[in-house]
Structure formats: C-alpha cells, structure tokens
C-alpha cells in the first residue's frame, strides 16, 4: 500500500475522531511541565484564600474581573503598584466565565498544589474538543479522507498549544468545545430530526458563553447553517435560530447589566459601548487574524513591537488575505459546503477583533478555516480543471495548497508541542527579576524605584510574585517607563526628575492595555499616588506623554528611596543624576545579557 493510500485510511477511519483526539493530546503533552504562569499566579492568590498584599481578599467568582470600573478602586491598585502611573482610572476589563471558574475551582479542591494535574485537566478537554471537531467534520465532509484532513489540521494547529497549555487560558478551550458541540447537535436536530437536540443544542450554546466571551463565535456558524447548508423554507430557517437568538440577547443584556466587559482599554474594545473603534479595529485586525490563521504568521509578539512595525505587519497580512480571497473564489463561487465555512471563518472573526491580535484566539476562525481549507485541497485533487480553467491560476493553487500542507501539516504539527509551552516564556524573567529585588528587611520602609523595566506590564506582576515567595515587599513600588527605547532622565530639582522615552511614553500595546489612544492625557494632567505625583510636561503628535515630571515628597538620594534600573536582564542599583544633569538610559529587552 502507498504511503498516500496508508494517510487516506487513517483520515477515514471511522475510529477517526478518537485517533485525532488521541494525536492531540500528545502533542500538547509537553505542558505538563508549565506550571503556573502570569495570572495564574493571580488565580492561584484567590483560589487559595490568601489574603493579597493589598489586604482586600477577592471573591473566586472574581477570577476573571481585573477591574470593575470604579476610578477609586484602580486609583488604589495604581497607588499600591500594580497598574502603571497612566492607567485610566474608570477603565474597566472585567469577564464573566463562571463555567470556567468552577473548573479552576475544581482544581484547587482536589490538587491546590499540583500544576501537573491542572494541567493534565486542560489536557483532556483539549482531547474532547479535537473529537467534537472531528465529529463534526464528518457530519459535513462525509465519512472519507477530507473530513480526516480537516480534523488533522485543527488538532495540530500550532495557535492552540498557548490556550492548551496555559492555565490561565483554559477558558477558550471550553468556549470551543461547547461550541462545538452546540453545532453538532443543531445538525442532528435540523438535518437527522433528533428531538433531544432541539432542547440540548441551545443549552450547549448558554455553556460555551458562559465559558468565555469569545463563545459567541458559535453563532457564526449557526447562521452561516442556516443561510448554505439548511434546505427548506427560509422562514423556517431563521426560526431554528430563535433560541439562541434569544440565549445571547439576555447574556448580552445580563453580561452589560451587571457591569462586565471591556472599555478604555488600548488591548480590548467594547463593540456595544465603543462601536466606532469596534468599526476600525475590525479594518484594522481581521487582515492580521487571517494571515495568521492561514499562514501561521505569529501573532504574539506584536503586543510588544512599537505601533510603527505593526502597521508594516497588517499592510503584508491585507495584501496575503486579498491573494488568498482570489484564489479561493472559484471553489466559494461554486460550492455551498465552502460558503458555509467561509461565512462562519469570517463572521467569527468579528468578536475575536475587539481584542488584539493573537492567535490564541483562533479556535472558531480555525473551524472554518480548516474546513475549507480541506475543501480546497481536495477539489484541486479531484477537479483541478474545473477549478481553475487557466493554466496560470492552476499552477498557482497548486503552489498555494503546497504552502498550507506544509504549514499547516508539517510545521504545525512539529510546533505545537513547543506552542504548549508558550506561556512559560516569561515566568522565568519575572522570576529572575523578582530575585535581583531587594529581600532584606529594609525594604519594607523604602519606596522601590523602577526606572526602566524592558516590559511595564510584566514588572508590575512582581508584587504578586515577592507576596506568594513570602518575601518583603517594599512600602510602596514604582515603575516609571518602559525600557524599550531609550530615556533620557534629568534632574530637575531636589526631589524630582523628568524622562523622555524616544519613542514616548505608551508606543507598546501592552503599555497601552490600560489606556487606550481615544482616552489620551493632556499636558499638565497630574496623576497623585503616595509619596509621588506625575505630571504630563508634553505630547507627541498622537496624543501620547513625550515627557513626565515626577515628584517626590523627599529628596532624591533619601535612604528611604531605593532606586534600581534593568541592566544585563536583572534589577541593579541606579543612582539619580544630580541636580541640573541629564543622563540617557539604553534600550533595554527581556533578552538582555
């Protein structure tokens, strides 16, 4: 038997789904070593009933409210250090999740000190998600080869490996796999007439909602169910759509009611309160979510590259999205099947584009996408001739389809494993850090000074970090700017200083998760926290600080200031200027040696 004869029995074996369930899960094997990383460290404070550092103890319920809006309350985790100095004060970035809650929940309840087995609990929702995908995938390519080739492509997408293997993040995981199921069960009720799905399939809906936000890209598909693949009286269709309409009206209307969501952020945008930007956000990120779906382009590190290269990125992704529209066209011209999942890739593009770019969110863009993908492949197999009737086009489709068995067959396959462990890549320079701090017990009467951390957002962790070491924490703790492009400090009096940032403050999108460029400050805005005030001293052409004054209520050399700075990526002592000089600080990275 050929190698290609072999591939194609397994695709269509009709132990497929489990074969791919199986697959996945090994891959995603490697994040049984993760840990706890980033806000698992946060989940970890609260769902131990430890009291943090700010004395306030949060409810579990609270697991995925940040910040509630209240300017007093973000005015207080600004003072206490865990927001940066410009945060919005009426900000809010607060999610309800309470399915996945009770599953973090749950881990705590059985293994509070076990990562390993909170992760093998990701580990297998992961596998039942991969098995509801292909079950699906069956249902509606057929039993055969293509239906194993799409469910291949999704099991080992290299943009799952955070979710999967982050803590944290378990949520999109959930969302998918109750979405899932929600379309698995609606085809049973539409096209086999099972009756229990009627009733089970909207509830599988309200359970992908209440598992994160972005499980409302389950009712992409539904309508794009309705509108291509549904036979019968068009009235009738959008009449089976009715429960979940009415499902997501009172999550939406209970979800704004009781003060959830995300405004004023730089990194998220409320479609419902902010429908202009929502508009542009929409222009501006759906060319970098497909490239990145369909092409693999990574999506992450663009949170930490200055505005002016991800403008670059999306002027490549659109051009690669409008090529790959082009070449698609013939199949979605002529095929319902491909329409279907087109229309449900793009329409669940729409939520997914009120966050920035990543590709931890391309768990329903990846249904479709992988769908028609396969769709595509195998009528360039089969009909290539019908496909594309000029020889051009033809030879061009065969080299695209080359391209994404190559990404999307091989690459990925071999980068997941090292995807699932994506979350780790910080946690060990914020450990580094954290142990570069002072740990004698002065510190707990000093002001901790931190002129030019490589990433504001990550240094502000490190008082979680000190608390749940049990180390001293400081009497209060300061970041003033980013390190990532070079400041110039000068000393303007005994107890103040001035820094210019070359590229300005807040150039970064995780410098700007807590304001976003349609909340800008204004020059001489001052911003009161204790022992220290900032002022706004000018703008840049955009709106954002060019220079900050800060004062202190003691001089600057006092004992009771300890002052530090990144350097060869640890925390070293840093010396003020005097009175009157200027020094300039290098651009500094996680990275640095």
């Known amino acids: 038997m050929k190698i290609k004869d072999k591939i194609s029995a397994v695709l269509s074996h009709r132990q497929m789904p489990w074969i791919m369930a199986l697959l996945a899960m090994f891959l995603i094997l490697p994040s049984l070593r993760v840990g706890w990383q980033l806000d698992d460290n946060f989940h970890r404070l609260i769902l131990l009933g430890k009291t943090p550092p700010s004395g306030v103890k ?21 003072d206490e250090g865990y927001l ?10 607060r999610f309800f999740r309470p399915l996945t809650i009770f599953t973090h929940w749950l881990d705590y309840r059985l293994w509070p000190n076990n990562a390993a087995l909170m992760h093998l609990q990701s580990i297998l929702w992961y596998g039942a998600l991969i098995a509801a995908a292909a079950f699906f995938y069956r249902r509606m390519l057929g039993a055969g080869w293509v239906a194993g080739l799409a469910a291949f492509f999704y099991a080992a997408d290299k943009a799952h490996g955070v979710p999967a293997g982050w803590l944290a993040n378990r949520n999109a995981v959930l969302a998918a796999f109750f979405g899932l ?11 086999d007439g099972w009756r229990p799905a009627r009733a089970l399939a909207p509830l599988s809906f309200l359970l992908a909602l209440l598992s994160a936000e972005f499980g409302v890209g389950t009712a992409a598909y539904l309508f794009a169910y309705a509108v291509f693949i549904e036979r019968g009286r068009r009235s009738d ?27 004023g952020s730089g990194y998220y945008v409320d479609p419902a309160r902010e429908p202009l930007e929502f508009m542009k956000s929409i222009g501006f990120k759906a060319p970098l979510l497909l490239a990145g779906q369909w092409l693999g382009f990574p999506l992450g590190p663009a949170a930490v590259l200055p505005t002016n290269v991800v403008r670059i990125a999306w002027q490549i992704s659109l051009a690669a999205s409008v090529v790959m529209v082009a070449a698609l066209s013939p199949l979605l011209r002529h095929n319902a099947l491909a329409r279907f999942w087109g229309l449900g890739m793009l329409l669940s593009l729409l939520p997914i584009c009120a966050v920035f770019p990543n590709e931890r969110l391309f768990f329903f863009v990846g249904i479709g996408t992988m769908g028609l993908l396969s769709k595509f492949i195998q009528t360039l197999r089969e009909h290539p001739s019908w496909f594309y009737r000029r020889r051009f086009w033809r030879f061009f489709a065969y080299g695209l389809s080359g391209l994404f068995l190559l990404i999307h067959g091989v690459l990925s396959p071999m980068l997941l494993p090292l995807s699932s462990l994506g979350s780790t890549f910080v946690e060990p320079f914020i450990a580094k850090a954290a142990e570069s701090l002072p740990n004698d017990s002065n510190i707990t009467q000093q002001d901790l000074i931190l002129v030019n951390p490589p990433l504001v957002f990550f240094a502000h962790h490190l008082p979680i970090t000190l608390f749940l070491q049990d180390r001293p924490l400081p009497h209060t703790f300061r970041v003033l700017a980013q390190g990532s492009s070079s400041l110039q400090i000068k000393r303007i009096g005994e107890r103040s200083l001035s820094i210019r940032p070359q590229d300005g403050f807040m150039n970064t999108v995780n410098e700007i998760l807590f304001r976003s460029a349609s909340h800008p400050m204004a020059v001489g805005q001052k911003v009161l926290m204790t022992g220290m005030s900032v002022e706004i001293a000018s703008l840049t052409a955009d709106g954002r600080p060019v220079e900050a004054i800060f004062r202190f209520d003691v001089p600057l050399d006092e004992a009771s200031m300890r002052w530090m700075q990144w350097k060869n990526g640890v925390y070293v002592p840093f010396v003020p200027p005097s009175i009157g000089q200027t020094i300039t ?3 500094v990275t996680l990275f640095d040696r």
């Open 84 to 93: 940066p100095w410009w945060t919005l004060e009426d900000i809010r970035i």
């Open 181 to 191: 199921l929600t379309l698995i069960l609606h085809d049973r009720w539409r096209r």
């Open 237 to 263: 269709k959008f009449l089976s759509l009715l429960p979940y309409g009415l499902i997501l009206t009172l999550w939406l209307v209970g979800y704004h009611a009781f003060g959830y969501g995300a405004w």
């Open 585 to 587: 600080l290098s651009p």
């Open 58 to 78: 949060i409810s579990p319920l609270s697991l995925f409210s940040f910040l509630n809006g209240d300017s007093v309350k973000t005015h207080a985790l600004m």
